[in-house]
């Protein structure tokens, strides 16, 4: 991201920057007293090797893979 200029991480641009484009600056980051949906990776979310291990929504697991 450095050689491109860009300051933030490829996390950062999909999550939090791209929330902020749409009016959502809260969005896109954990922050205490606020809703989030988590996606936990076995590994980073760009490697293609990596697998989603849990979701939640809301606070609520809605897909673990150590059940399926």
């Known amino acids: 991201c450095a050689a491109a200029g860009l300051s933030q991480t490829p996390l950062e641009l999909v999550t939090h920057r791209a929330a902020g484009f749409l009016g959502l600056e809260s969005a896109g980051r954990?922050?205490?007293?606020?809703?989030?949906?988590?996606?936990?990776?076995?590994?980073?979310?760009?490697?293609?090797?990596?697998?989603?291990?849990?979701?939640?929504?809301?606070?609520?697991?809605?897909?673990?893979?150590?059940?399926?």
């Open 30 to 68: 954990i922050i205490k007293g606020q809703r989030a949906d988590l996606v936990v990776w076995s590994g980073d979310p760009s490697d293609p090797a990596s697998k989603v291990e849990r979701v939640y929504v809301a606070g609520k697991v809605v897909y673990d893979a150590a059940t399926k």
